[in-house]
Each structure stands twice: as C-alpha cells, then as structure tokens.
C-alpha cells in the first residue's frame, strides 16, 4: 500500500513530462502508468514464487549461490501453498484495508474539521443546528484529479 503511494507520484511525475494536449490524453496515460505500475507492484511476488523460487538451487552438494548467499527453495511440497497464500493476501488483505481506508479516512477528517472549527470558536450557533454555510465548510476537499481514482478501481481489481 505505501509503494502504491510512491508509484501514483512516480507516475503523475512522469505523465506530467509528456506534456499532453487534452486532460483526456493526461488521465489516459496517467491511468497507464498507475496500471502497470501496481501491476508489478502486487503480483511481482507471485510471479517470483510461481516461476523462480527453488528453480535454480542446485543439488546437494553443489548448490548455487548469490552474492555468497545460498538461492530460497521450496518445501518437499512445492510452492503451490505458499503461492496460493500469497494470493489470498493480496486479494483479502487489500480489499480489508482498502474498504478500512475508503471509509475511516474520510470520517476521520470529518471529524477533525468539525473539531477545529468549534475550538476556535468559529461556529455561530453552539446549540443549534449549523448554518449552510458552516455545513458546507465542514464538507472534505476534493483531490484535483476528482473521480480518477474511483474510475482507476472500478476498471481493473488493482486499486
């Protein structure tokens, strides 16, 4: 989740470069980038215990090594319980700590701001209901890119 982070700056940094002609061609590439980059992100573990790990290892006696270090095997059973977890991880855990995210965060600034306007004594009516205006202040900006992120998560499972 933190390289997530890493990458959707990586990848705004590098979309930013192009210099594109419309936002259509901006969020086009952008969603690019940000789609193969959490790609490798998330399934660069799976593809390295599916196709690598224990496969260049050697024979008792004549291991191979790297950097002096002795190469990771597989148990006597294989990988095909370790990589099936993995894959639970990814796919349970991520869905858990994004729906934790999508709505803990959220709430969470609601509540600070509603916090920070009544410390400083900026609500008009302290008993009574908020006014529009109050309400709207209290209302969570919106990031630049709007629903970008929202459309990223509906078109593929990688958000």
Not at 19 to 32: G, P, V
Not at 90 to 101: D, E, L, P, R, S
Not at 115 to 144: F, M, R
Request: charged content about 20%.
């Amino acid at each position: 989740m933190t390289f997530n982070l890493i990458y959707r700056r990586i990848a705004t940094f590098l979309t930013e470069l192009e210099i594109h002609r419309t936002q259509t061609d901006y969020e086009n590439s952008l969603t690019l980038k940000m789609y193969l980059l959490k790609f490798v992100n998330y399934y660069s573990s799976v593809f390295y215990i599916a196709f690598f790990k224990g496969r260049f290892v050697g024979y008792p006696g004549h291991y191979n090594s790297l950097f002096g270090y002795r190469q990771e095997e597989c148990g006597t059973g294989g990988c095909l319980f370790e990589l099936s977890l993995q894959l639970a991880i990814i796919v349970a855990g991520k869905q858990f700590i994004n729906a934790v995210v999508e709505m803990g965060v959220p709430w969470l600034l609601r509540v600070y701001k509603k916090w920070s306007v009544h410390k400083k004594g900026q609500c008009a009516h302290e008993n009574h209901a908020p006014t529009q205006w109050e309400s709207d202040y209290n209302l969570i900006n919106q990031e630049e890119l709007g629903l970008f992120s929202e459309y990223l998560e509906m078109g593929n499972i990688l958000e």
